[in-house]
């Protein structure tokens, strides 16, 4: 009922920068969180920032002052913005929302995934 559909990832030296976005279709009435994870390999999918209603954010200690995330609420998108970018930052990046539909359901939507590689 909510569709996710992630660009931006890519191939990036590191202290290079990139730029995720997450567009979100569907029967929304409203975000109540949309948030980026990731997920290297190996390791558990962890939480990379947030942004919540109110445009109040979060971030992993690991990224903050590097990564910013922002919203346009109009174009129903997320973006990702990432700075200074170490191989560290490797993983597959995926877009995620806490969504009440019109229904006034409330569900938690994934998007597909996208690929960052940082080289060193």
């Known amino acids: 009922q909510v569709q996710l559909v992630e660009s931006g990832g890519g191939l990036v030296q590191a202290g290079g920068s990139l730029r995720l976005s997450c567009a979100a279709s569907g029967s929304i009435f409203r975000f109540n969180a949309m948030g980026w994870y990731r997920q290297a390999p190996g390791k558990q999918r962890e939480l990379v920032a947030v942004i919540i209603s109110g445009d109040s954010t979060g971030y992993a200690d690991s990224v903050k002052g590097r990564f910013t995330i922002s919203r346009d609420n109009a174009k129903n998108t997320v973006w990702l913005q990432m700075n200074s970018l170490e191989p560290e930052d490797t993983a597959v990046y995926y877009c995620?929302?806490?969504?009440?539909?019109?229904?006034?359901?409330?569900?938690?939507?994934w998007g597909q995934g996208t690929q960052v590689t940082v080289s060193s």
């Open positions: 995620n929302a806490d969504v009440t539909l019109t229904s006034r359901a409330t569900i938690v939507s």
